[in-house]
């Protein structure tokens, strides 16, 4: 999973440094807040200093005080040259944007930026859950893992795809393979309390809702075996 954190915790970092093709807009001399500041200190590794320093570079970048979709979009296909990873960063995006405005304000951006790069287990395994949870209403079907890992295989090229474990190298496959370890009939709901603690009890589950690279998966595959 480290590949995927990592591409996650890069594309937060670039959407504020001069790579980034951010949209300019009407400066705004917008202070941090104090509230929105300890709120942040309390709930992130983020010192005060550090905190004011990205919100700096932050409201430099985005004057609007905002990212869009587009923007975070454009930064995270830079990943992925020879794929289409479009449809995985929109639901990315959708999971970091907790007012459900279509754009990522400062408070968004910071706890995107520190679930990414130093968050706890439990609580990436929540991100993951709201990942999944597309109309989040607390519960995850089979369609939307489906929907999710579809987004997913974009990523990986039609070659690489064929790397990839017979029982597991297509969306459909890969679809029941989750659904069959969790141990759901078809129509069946998966709550976030049963969704943490399936993937903490089985890491297979881990493995198969993220990307990682096909090879690698093969490459472990084969250490199991030995």
């Known amino acids: 999973m480290l590949a995927c954190w990592l591409k996650l915790t890069s594309t937060f970092k670039l959407l504020l440094s001069k790579k980034a093709p951010l949209k300019m807009g009407n400066s705004k001399s917008v202070a941090l807040s104090k509230d929105l500041l300890e709120e942040l200190k309390s709930n992130t590794r983020y010192t005060e200093e550090q905190l004011y320093a990205w919100y700096q570079t932050f409201m430099k970048e985005c004057p609007s005080g905002q ?39 400062f408070k968004e951006y910071i706890v995107a930026l520190h679930l990414t790069s130093s968050g706890k287990t439990t609580q990436k395994l929540e991100w993951a859950f ?3 949870d597309l109309d989040k209403n607390g519960t995850i079907t089979k369609n939307e893992i489906h929907e999710i ?32 370890f969790f141990g759901k009939k078809e129509n069946d709901k998966i709550t976030e309390g049963e969704f943490i603690q399936g993937v903490m009890d089985n890491k297979n589950i881990l493995r198969l809702i993220q990307f990682d690279e096909p090879q690698k998966v093969q490459n472990r595959l084969k250490e199991k075996k030995q």
């Open 130 to 132: 709201a990942l999944y």
């Open 67 to 105: 990212i869009s979709t587009e923007q975070f979009e454009s930064i995270y296909a830079s990943f992925f040259p020879d794929a289409d990873p479009k449809a995985y960063a929109q639901h990315v995006f959708r999971s970091f944007d907790s007012n459900s405005d279509g754009t990522l304000d």
């Open 149 to 180: 890992v579809k987004s997913i295989f974009n990523m990986i090229s039609k070659e690489d795809q064929k790397n990839l474990p017979d029982d597991e190298n297509t969306p459909e496959k890969r679809t029941e393979k989750i659904w069959a």
